[in-house]
């Protein structure tokens, strides 16, 4: 079945950089659209940043210039490149899966396949 793991959460001041990663099993990755998305306490979940099997990319624009989306289809592997962080950034981080996920991006509500979420947290 489908698994999606991530990791590389954890604290950093302001202006830090975290680069987090999935690691997924059980399907053809290369076929599968992949997103990061978010949900701090209190708050709905919003999209981050999400690649399509083409390669395409989608960001919210709080993270634009800031955030990179990769993946590296030999290691299965779906990344989130997090650079001057922010506060603001602070919540569970969670990647997603889906074959052909509809809305594509910003919503999560395409997408059938979840990880557990890994945590950041950004002090000022």
């Known amino acids: 079945q489908v698994q999606l793991v991530e990791s590389g959460g954890g604290s950093v001041q302001s202006g830090g950089s975290l680069r987090l990663s999935c690691a997924a099993s059980?399907?053809?990755?290369?076929?599968?659209?992949m997103g990061w998305f978010r949900q701090a306490p209190g708050k709905e979940r919003e999209g981050v940043a999400a690649?399509?099997?083409?390669?395409?990319?989608s960001y919210a624009d709080s993270v634009k210039g800031r955030f990179t989306i990769s993946q590296d289809n030999a290691k299965n592997t779906l990344y989130l490149q997090m650079n001057s962080l922010k506060p603001e950034d602070t919540a569970m981080y969670y990647c997603?899966?889906?074959?052909?996920?509809?809305?594509?991006?910003?919503?999560?509500?395409?997408?059938?396949?979840w990880g557990q979420g890994t945590q950041v947290t950004v002090s000022s």
């Open positions: 997603a899966a889906d074959v052909s996920p509809s809305p594509f991006f910003p919503l999560g509500l395409g997408y059938n396949y």
């Open positions: 690649i399509d099997s083409d390669g395409s990319t």
């Open positions: 059980g399907y053809t990755y290369s076929s599968y659209c």
